[in-house]
């Protein structure tokens, strides 16, 4: 009679560990999206990586770390010095920071002005140009 309540125990901790372990995994966004510049472009990145950040269950001060390890190539050697500065590693908004610079088009992000001015170009007659 001992063995079987005793069983019966173990049986509900099993079962409720693997509860457990089912709802994690099930709810879990998953790792940061990869990135080298070179298969997808980097608003198709950014997408994602934003997207990540708002489902992940990693902790805020580990978001931004997390996604820089996925980064290979010419993306992280543009921003892996972030990985040594000590205000960005302290920061709570890591993951923000980081897309927010590869953002810039010095980096990745598109050149605004530079739409700007292709939008003019289709929208300014050439006969009123000057030359």
């Not at 080298?36 to 489902?55: M, N, R, S, V």
């Not at 997390?66 to 993951?95: C, I, N, Y």
């Amino acid at each position: 009679m001992r063995n079987r309540s005793q069983n019966r125990r173990n049986r509900r901790r099993q079962d409720d560990s693997e509860d457990e372990g089912r709802d994690d995994h099930m709810s879990s966004s998953g790792p940061p999206p990869e990135w080298d510049g070179e298969q997808i472009p980097f608003l198709d990145y950014q997408i994602k990586a934003i997207l990540w950040l708002a489902t992940t269950k990693a902790k805020p001060r580990t978001r931004g770390p997390l996604l820089l390890q996925k980064l290979s190539k010419t993306p992280f050697e543009a921003v892996k010095h972030l990985a040594r500065d000590s205000s960005w590693m302290t920061s709570e908004k890591k993951g923000e920071e980081l897309l927010a610079l590869m953002n810039k088009p010095v980096n990745f992000g598109d050149d605004q002005d530079e739409d700007l001015f292709s939008s003019l170009a289709n929208i300014v007659p050439p006969s009123s140009r000057k030359r």
